[in-house]
Nanobody, 122 residues
């Protein structure tokens, strides 16, 4: 079965950086668009970033554009999210998703990881 395992979350002060990783198994990783979503307490899960199956195209939400960078290593079946200039409003549980698609103005994933907590203090 498909497994996505996130790592790299933690606590950081505003302005700091974190790098999230998501190791995938049980799927032909290089055939799928991958993405990151996040869910803050009391809010819905929101799209953060996505990357095409070969990594040539990336997509970002307006709230993270210019601060976050998504990348992938198909040889390692891993997708990354480099987060710089973190803000308190970036605090959320971050989820890795596989088989990400865009339809009617919404990004969605087919397979999900368990999530990793990111906490940014002011």
């Amino acid at each position: 079965q498909v497994q996505l395992v996130e790592s790299g979350g933690g606590s950081v002060q505003a302005g700091g950086s974190l790098r999230l990783s998501c190791a995938a198994s049980g799927l032909t990783f290089s055939s799928y668009a991958m993405g990151w979503f996040r869910q803050a307490p009391g809010k819905e899960r929101d799209f953060v970033a996505a990357i095409s199956w070969l990594g040539g195209t990336t997509y970002y939400s307006d709230s993270v554009k210019g601060r976050f960078t998504i990348s992938r290593d198909n040889a390692k079946n891993t997708v990354y999210l480099q987060m710089n200039s973190l803000k308190p409003e970036d605090t959320a549980v971050y989820y890795c998703a596989a088989d990400v698609s865009y339809y009617s103005g919404t990004y969605k994933g087919e397979y999900w990881g368990q999530g990793t907590q990111v906490t940014v203090s002011s």
